[in-house]
């Protein structure tokens, strides 16, 4: 009797188990699709000595079109370069950037801009910055780079007109 | 009869037991600086050489030495007593010989400042090449001792074909399995490429070498837990001197963690460049897979708590939570352990999920994460075992109750505000791994209080730590003598054990693991190769090119 009882109770909770992950994954499953979620997932690599050299990915803000800027940035130990980039009425911004020399992270404080950055790799990824991002956003190097990682950072300027 | 017959066993207990307190106090003695060093307003006693110094000892030494020779302790104790068996002396000594070299080859450069790349050690940043072949040998020392234990169950096996699996040595195999699956292609990638970057400067695709890296770094973490969750399926039904609730269930989730703790490393990636989002959506949902398990166990160990407090008189929806051996710190820092674990998982179901991952990513979040999981599930659980073996091992009373029951609750009063402190913060943006995240007075204001929050959590769980290494040291040297023979918890009466199901042919399980692993990996290895390899030169920690 109370064998089966527990049999039972085991049961139920190996169904709540399933039914929670299952939720959760169509949940993340929903997010990715209708969000068109994206993560830095290009395939483009690069020979970083001629990153070094400065032959591939000049660094630097562009406006494409109206509100699209590209943003090219080379991260060194221990600077981003550039460290302070600025646009206006952004509707989209697209990041290219590579590292001249180790593993570095590329964060924009109060955003949801955060990715990893290699040497031999170019991430790509998009934002499309919400209306009401406006102001001065701190960007910084998450991810250990030697001794001066801390010193790594930068500003980006967002200006509505 | 418990205590005698197992010189050799016990000799090696002993000894990897002290190795692993020390190591746990000299780790100790770095969170507690580079806390302090990177909360603004504290205490600051590092230059930034020695910031990632500590910081590179700290993981290494608690992420990895600690947990490996207790582990390692726990393991020998166990399957000798639980079985019945010997071990073979030379597989033993050539383990300590093996793992203890190691630590220390790779500890000189870690002491000296030539290995500041921290224990992920990513390519192509370059430590001095003693500090991955002291890894290496650490790493292989682990395989001889695996031989050691299969080799005594495999005689075991023989004597009772079929009779079922003791409980805690199934916790001890699983454990094991793990870690061979995790390991060979970690040690292949650090001879194939790390020690020819730190020989010659040969330079080395980043993707490919964090690729085996986590490969690695993903059942590392279950390597950790598995014996802890060991511990709580062994430990806590016979503190309540109930049966566990479901032995079967805990077996069920012992071969899922087999079977799906490695096949999941993408999900430290998932903000890598180089890696499709079909691979991260796989490893997902193999994620979500593994987190079963721990789900399985979450229930398995709440019941088995609630037969134990209503065996004692409890009543009602919660009554039976007072009725709790609370005063009793083995229970006490168990059942902690196992209360951290769940919030641990809570968080890791998070940071699993790639649509809230780059939020977190790299953040003190995570930092609040794993002190939970591998910081307090783990290791207060040793520390809980070590008031239980301790006394047994070394034939000595513990010095002060007094100071072993106050432990475990200021370990988990702690922890709870270092961690919660942490976790906010993370979602604030504040990065992990940083000297100083003052950025020039440019940081977001609103970092400062959590982050003083988190430092004043931090010294309580430290004084905690301390508290417990005095209190073994003092048992050491001053503990008053057993006289009379102490039982040994795990010898088991091998008639009463029921005959061998499905549930306990691990062999069939680890073969269908390899079939995961391969299909899971297949996919992210045929893109890097297939691309191409995209080589970097190393360079040091100072910012030195080499090439
Ligand atoms: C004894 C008190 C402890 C304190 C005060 C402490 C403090 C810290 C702090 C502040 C960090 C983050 C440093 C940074 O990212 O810049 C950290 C990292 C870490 N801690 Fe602890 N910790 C303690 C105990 C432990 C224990 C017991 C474990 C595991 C058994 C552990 C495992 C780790 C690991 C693996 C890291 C990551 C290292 C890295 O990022 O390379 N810590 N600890
Ligand atoms: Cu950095
Ligand atoms: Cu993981």
Same mark, same amino acid.
């Given at each position: 009797?109370?064998?089966?009882?527990?049999?039972?109770?085991?049961?139920?909770?190996?169904?709540?188990?399933?039914?929670?992950?299952?939720?959760?994954?169509?949940?993340?499953?929903?997010?990715?699709?209708?969000?068109?979620?994206?993560?830095?997932?290009?395939?483009?690599?690069?020979?970083?000595?001629?990153?070094?050299?400065?032959?591939?990915?000049?660094?630097?803000?562009?406006?494409?079109?109206?509100?699209?800027?590209?943003?090219?940035?080379?991260?060194?130990?221990?600077?981003?370069?550039?460290?302070?980039?600025?646009?206006?009425?952004?509707?989209?911004?697209?990041?290219?950037?590579?590292?001249?020399?180790?593993?570095?992270?590329?964060?924009?404080?109060?955003?949801?801009?955060?990715?990893?950055?290699?040497?031999?790799?170019?991430?790509?990824?998009?934002?499309?910055?919400?209306?009401?991002?406006?102001?001065?956003?701190?960007?910084?190097?998450?991810?250990?780079?030697?001794?001066?990682?801390?010193?790594?950072?930068?500003?980006?300027?967002?200006?509505?007109? | =009869?418990?205590?005698?017959?197992?010189?050799?066993?016990?000799?090696?207990?002993?000894?990897?037991?002290?190795?692993?307190?020390?190591?746990?106090?000299?780790?100790?003695?770095? #969170?507690?600086? /580079?806390?302090?060093?990177?909360?603004?307003?504290?205490?600051?006693?590092?230059?930034?050489?020695?910031?990632?110094?500590?910081?590179?000892?700290?993981?290494?030494?608690?992420?990895?030495?600690?947990?490996?020779?207790?582990?390692?302790?726990?393991?020998?104790?166990?399957?000798?007593?639980?079985? /019945?068996?010997?071990?073979?002396?030379?597989?033993?000594?050539?383990?300590?010989?093996?793992?203890?070299?190691?630590?220390?080859?790779?500890?000189?450069?870690?002491?000296?400042?030539?290995?500041?790349?921290?224990?992920?050690?990513?390519?192509?940043?370059?430590?001095?090449?003693?500090?991955?072949?002291?890894?290496?040998?650490?790493?292989?020392?682990?395989?001889?001792?695996?031989?050691?234990? !299969?080799?005594?169950?495999?005689?075991?096996?023989?004597?009772?074909?079929?009779?079922?699996?003791?409980?805690?040595?199934?916790?001890?195999?699983?454990?094991?399995?793990?870690?061979?699956?995790?390991?060979?292609?970690?040690?292949?990638?650090?001879?194939?490429?790390?020690?020819?970057?730190?020989?010659?400067?040969?330079?080395?695709?980043?993707?490919?070498?964090?690729?085996? !890296?986590?490969? +690695? %770094?993903?059942?590392?973490?279950?390597?950790?837990?598995?014996?802890?969750?060991?511990?709580?399926?062994?430990?806590?039904?016979?503190?309540?001197?109930?049966?566990? +609730?479901?032995?079967?269930?805990?077996?069920?989730?012992?071969?899922? +963690?087999?079977?799906?703790?490695?096949?999941?490393?993408?999900?430290? /990636?998932?903000?890598?460049?180089?890696?499709?989002?079909?691979?991260?959506?796989?490893?997902?949902?193999?994620?979500?897979?593994?987190?079963?398990?721990?789900?399985?166990?979450?229930?398995?160990?709440?019941?088995?708590?609630?037969? #134990?407090?209503?065996?004692?008189?409890?009543?009602?929806?919660?009554?039976?939570?007072?009725?709790?051996?609370?005063?009793?710190?083995?229970?006490?820092?168990?059942?902690?352990?196992?209360? =951290?674990? #769940?919030?641990?998982?809570?968080?890791?179901?998070?940071?699993?999920?790639?649509?809230?991952?780059?939020?977190?990513?790299?953040?003190?979040?995570?930092?609040?994460?794993?002190?939970?999981?591998?910081?307090?599930?783990?290791?207060?659980?040793?520390?809980?075992?070590?008031?239980?073996?301790?006394?047994?091992?070394? #034939?000595? /009373?513990?010095?002060?109750?007094?100071?072993?029951?106050?432990?475990?609750?200021?370990? !988990?009063?702690?922890?709870?505000?270092?961690?919660?402190?942490?976790?906010?913060?993370?979602?604030?943006?504040?990065?992990?791994?940083?000297?100083?995240?003052?950025?020039?007075?440019?940081?977001?204001?609103?970092?400062?209080?959590?982050?003083?929050?988190?430092?004043?959590? %931090?010294?309580?769980?430290?004084?905690? %730590?301390?508290? !417990?290494?005095?209190?073994?040291?003092?048992?050491?040297?001053?503990?008053?003598?057993?006289?009379?023979?102490?039982?040994?918890?795990?010898?088991?009466?091998?008639?009463?054990?029921?005959?061998?199901?499905?549930?306990?042919?691990?062999?069939?399980?680890?073969?269908?693991?390899?079939?995961?692993?391969?299909?899971?990996?297949?996919?992210?290895?045929?893109?890097?190769?297939?691309?191409?390899?995209?080589?970097?030169?190393?360079?040091?920690?100072?910012?030195?090119?080499?090439?």
């Amino acid at each position: 009797m109370a064998e089966k009882n527990e049999l039972m109770q085991e049961y139920i909770w190996i169904g709540i188990i399933i039914a929670m992950l299952t939720t959760f994954l169509v949940i993340l499953g929903y997010v990715s699709e209708a969000k068109g979620f994206d993560t830095p997932s290009s395939a483009v690599t690069c020979d970083v000595r001629q990153v070094r050299k400065g032959e591939i990915l000049t660094p630097g803000v562009k406006e494409v079109a109206p509100g699209i800027y590209e943003v090219n940035l080379k991260a060194r130990m221990w600077a981003w370069i550039p460290n302070s980039i600025e646009v206006v009425n952004p509707k989209k911004i697209i990041f290219k950037v590579t590292s001249e020399d180790v593993v570095h992270g590329f964060q924009i404080v109060g955003t949801p801009v955060n990715f990893m950055v290699f040497p031999g790799y170019i991430a790509e990824i998009q934002w499309e910055v919400p209306e009401d991002f406006e102001g001065t956003y701190l960007f910084v190097c998450n991810e250990y780079c030697g001794l001066g990682h801390d010193t790594m950072w930068g500003q980006l300027i967002i200006k509505r007109e | =009869m418990a205590g005698q017959g197992y010189e050799h066993e016990v000799k090696f207990t002993k000894i990897a037991i002290i190795f692993s307190f020390i190591s746990l106090g000299l780790g100790g003695l770095f #969170g507690i600086l /580079q806390l302090l060093e990177r909360t603004p307003g504290m205490p600051q006693l590092l230059d930034r050489q020695q910031y990632y110094t500590a910081l590179t000892g700290h993981g290494v030494l608690l992420a990895i030495v600690w947990t490996a020779f207790f582990i390692m302790a726990i393991a020998v104790h166990v399957v000798s007593r639980e079985l /019945q068996v010997r071990l073979s002396r030379t597989l033993l000594n050539i383990t300590l010989l093996m793992t203890i070299g190691g630590t220390l080859v790779a500890a000189v450069p870690i002491l000296t400042g030539d290995a500041a790349v921290l224990y992920t050690f990513y390519a192509p940043l370059k430590a001095h090449v003693a500090f991955y072949l002291g890894a290496g040998v650490l790493i292989l020392g682990t395989w001889v001792f695996a031989a050691a234990i !299969f080799k005594a169950f495999i005689e075991w096996k023989r004597k009772y074909p079929d009779k079922a699996l003791p409980i805690a040595t199934m916790g001890v195999l699983t454990t094991l399995i793990i870690w061979l699956e995790a390991t060979p292609p970690l040690v292949f990638m650090v001879l194939k490429d790390l020690v020819p970057m730190a020989l010659v400067n040969k330079p080395v695709d980043v993707l490919e070498t964090r690729t085996y !890296f986590w490969y +690695f %770094g993903h059942p590392l973490v279950y390597f950790w837990i598995v014996p802890a969750v060991t511990l709580w399926y062994f430990a806590i039904p016979k503190l309540l001197g109930v049966e566990i +609730f479901s032995r079967q269930m805990a077996k069920v989730a012992f071969l899922l +963690f087999i079977l799906a703790s490695t096949p999941v490393g993408l999900h430290h /990636q998932f903000l890598d460049p180089g890696v499709s989002d079909a691979a991260k959506l796989l490893h997902t949902i193999l994620t979500f897979t593994v987190a079963s398990p721990s789900l399985l166990t979450a229930f398995n160990i709440l019941a088995t708590l609630e037969k #134990g407090g209503r065996k004692a008189g409890g009543k009602g929806a919660l009554g039976w939570l007072s009725k709790l051996p609370w005063g009793n710190p083995v229970f006490a820092g168990l059942t902690l352990a196992f209360i =951290m674990f #769940g919030f641990g998982g809570i968080s890791g179901v998070i940071n699993a999920s790639y649509t809230l991952n780059y939020i977190v990513h790299n953040t003190l979040w995570i930092v609040g994460h794993f002190h939970l999981t591998v910081g307090t599930a783990a290791t207060l659980s040793f520390m809980a075992a070590s008031y239980l073996m301790v006394p047994r091992l070394f #034939g000595r /009373q513990i010095y002060s109750e007094r100071m072993a029951l106050a432990q475990p609750y200021l370990w !988990f009063i702690g922890m709870a505000i270092f961690s919660l402190a942490f976790h906010i913060v993370g979602l604030f943006g504040v990065p992990r791994r940083t000297y100083d995240v003052t950025y020039a007075g440019l940081a977001p204001p609103e970092w400062l209080p959590w982050l003083i929050m988190g430092a004043i959590g %931090g010294v309580v769980f430290w004084f905690s %730590g301390v508290i !417990f290494l005095a209190n073994m040291g003092l048992t050491l040297i001053s503990g008053r003598r057993i006289t009379e023979p102490q039982p040994c918890l795990f010898t088991l009466d091998f008639s009463r054990l029921p005959a061998a199901t499905r549930l306990d042919s691990i062999k069939f399980w680890v073969g269908l693991a390899i079939v995961v692993i391969l299909i899971a990996y297949f996919v992210p290895f045929l893109e890097i190769y297939g691309r191409g390899l995209s080589p970097a030169p190393p360079v040091t920690p100072e910012g030195l090119r080499l090439g």
